[in-house]
């Protein structure tokens, strides 16, 4: 009697990333015993075959490296062998796709204000930074601002920017940017800013002595 198999995995319909490893699994059974699995590839609706590997002994599993060809075609073959010469074959059930490996989006930089700077005006400063995705995916940036050196989440945009509102005075800020594309995340560095000092209070003027600062009396009494 011939051998009985089937592939068990890849069978899902997410996509296979370039380069990476992943686990070719089957479930082979023969009335004696399977002598050897035989697995092969093709990334062309099984128009041609490339072998994966030969021999291989009945382990039920196998790492694999994908290869770096792109294509929505490709098909996992496994052949089961036994000691009276019988084989067995199963064929993904599905196409399967193969697609560029996600690539991390830049770590931001260029910062503004500049790291280290001084005299931030308190009211309604803008942070600024440039990032950017080599596979050109949408990005979101998680704005992490505070006073203590690990600061905790402000807001979430999409923009490369964002206004504070007012600030306090004299306070050092720590900040930073957490970046995303969806499907990984890179952090930015802390950077720092420090906000202006508070200006004086005005000196009142009463040249007369009677009291009323000279400013009041100008405006409301003429004189």
């Known amino acids: 009697m011939p051998p009985v198999i089937s592939l068990t995995a890849p069978t899902s319909a997410a996509p296979l990333d370039a380069g990476s490893t992943i686990n070719v699994n089957w479930v082979a059974s023969d009335n004696v015993a399977v002598t050897a699995i035989d697995l092969s590839s093709s ?3 099984g128009a041609s075959w490339q072998t994966i590997t030969s021999g291989l002994s009945d382990t039920s599993s196998y790492a694999w490296v994908v290869p770096d060809t792109l294509t929505s075609a ?3 073959r496994v052949i089961a062998h036994d000691a009276a010469g019988y084989t067995a074959v199963a064929t993904s ?3 399967l796709v193969i697609e560029r490996a996600n690539i991390v989006p830049f770590t931001q930089s260029t910062p503004y204000p500049l790291t280290d700077n001084a005299n931030v005006p308190i009211n309604s400063p ?8 080599a596979d050109g995916d949408a990005l979101t940036y998680q704005i992490l601002l505070g006073t203590d050196p690990n600061p905790s989440l402000f807001a979430t945009t999409s923009n490369n920017y964002i206004a504070l509102g007012a600030l306090l005075y004299s306070t050092k800020y ?5 970046v995303s594309d969806g499907k990984a ?3 930015g560095p802390v950077w720092t800013f420090t906000t202006e000092s508070q200006p004086p ?11 009323i600062p000279d400013e009041w009396e100008i405006a409301n009494l003429g004189t």
Request: aromatic share 8%; glycine share 8%; charged share 15%.
């Open 93 to 95: 059930t599905q196409p």
């Open 126 to 133: 803008a942070l600024q930074w440039q990032s950017g995705d």
């Open 43 to 45: 990334v062309d609706s």
């Open 174 to 178: 720590y900040w930073q940017v957490v």
């Open 74 to 76: 490709l098909l996992i």
């Open 201 to 211: 209070a005005p000196q009142l003027v009463d040249t007369d002595g009677d009291g």
């Open 185 to 187: 995340s890179a952090s």
